[in-house]
């Protein structure tokens, strides 16, 4: 494939915003606390050592090896549910594993940017993704255009394209370029970045296909498509599109879903499939790669809808506040509000 045809000026509901801003003139501007959704099992000599860790201009990885390295341990023992920010406050989990009876002074631990907050032991270690939510703080600089920006932020409640961040693909989609590669037969060993490739990969495909489908169709559904209850994982297949499936629909009840690529039976039926079968048909070579890597197909919600939201508005300034589900990237709501540049960048979102 082409590297044109690796688009990324993906489908807007309401078309290109007219607002600008400044993104992240400060780490501060930009705060992520992420919310467990659950209580651990603490244990007085568990042998996964918790940690609630406020980091400031720092990446996920980067902390983890850290604390492996204090721990003297490899850094496949550390554990964290999800990436953060590296350009912003954050406050996220990690998880240590030590022998039961190894004392270890957190303490001692010394990062410049990074604080640990709280230490627990508990008797499992944190899993990807088992975070229930991320809340955001994010402070916008130089903004224009404020009664369209104000005019959109009236309709995110009917939800924006739950598109993956731009980052998941890499610096001038090297990301991409890297997972062609490793399809036509180049080895990768290091099993980090195979795995990241991967990801850029079927996220690549899941966004185009967002893409396509909300430009043709916004958010009609079609039989056969796939609906995700809210607040659970739980989904079903349209058979029919009677009046109580719409008004599920229309309230946010469930959701349509489209495509994470990968190997097994797909639940999408009838003219639903028929789209889905069509766009990947084009794209072979992708979805051939995933089969042979073992990537399991799923599904993933094609809209987002921000929760407890709510701005603080002046002249050129917004600082919005709000909460999502693991796994969506708050720049999928920003794109829908203005065109962003981070500071010192030079470049948009």
């Known amino acids: ?44 000599k568990g042998q996964h050592h918790w940690l609630l860790i406020e980091k400031r201009g720092l990446n996920t990885d980067f902390v983890a090896r850290q604390l492996a390295r204090f721990a ?44 640990i907050l709280s230490a627990h032991r508990g ?36 939800g924006v394209p739950n598109y993956y961040g731009e980052q998941r693909f890499g610096r001038q989609r090297n990301n991409l370029t890297q997972a062609l590669e490793m399809f036509a037969g180049k080895r990768i060993k290091d099993r980090n970045l195979r795995s990241l490739l991967l990801s850029s990969a079927r996220s690549w495909l899941f966004n185009h296909c967002v893409s396509q489908r909300l430009a043709e169709l916004d958010d009609t559904a079609l039989l056969g498509d796939v609906v995700q209850l809210s607040g659970s994982h739980s989904q079903f297949t349209l058979m029919e599109l009677d009046d109580s499936i719409l008004n599920r629909l229309a309230t946010g009840d469930i959701r349509l879903t489209a495509p994470l690529y990968g190997r097994g039976l797909s639940s999408v039926a009838l003219a639903a499939a028929e789209r889905e079968d069509s766009f990947i048909a084009e794209r072979q070579e992708w979805l051939d790669g995933l089969v042979r890597a073992g990537v399991n197909a799923d599904r993933r919600p094609m809209l987002l809808v921000p929760t407890d939201l709510s701005v603080e508005l002046s002249d050129d300034e917004a600082v919005l506040s709000f909460s999502l589900e693991t796994g969506a990237f708050a720049t999928s709501v920003l794109r829908e509000l203005l065109v962003t540049q981070e500071a010192g960048s030079g470049g948009s979102e």
């Open 123 to 158: 008797i499992r270690k944190l899993k990807r993704g088992a975070h229930k939510a991320n809340e955001f703080v994010i402070r916008i600089r130089g903004l224009t255009e404020l009664p369209e920006f104000e005019a959109r932020l009236q309709k995110l409640s009917q």
């Open 72 to 115: 003297g341990i490899p850094a496949k023992e550390v554990s964290f549910s999800g990436l953060k920010d590296r350009q912003a406050v954050t406050t996220q989990w990690f998880s240590v594993e030590l022998p039961a009876t190894r004392e270890i002074v957190w303490a001692d631990w010394v990062l410049e940017g990074a604080t």
């Open 1 to 44: 494939m082409a590297d044109n045809d690796w688009q990324m000026d993906w489908h807007y509901r309401w078309g290109r915003p007219a607002s600008t801003g400044i993104l992240k003139h400060s780490p501060e501007d930009f705060v992520v606390n992420e919310v467990l959704g659950f209580e651990p099992e603490w244990a007085e």
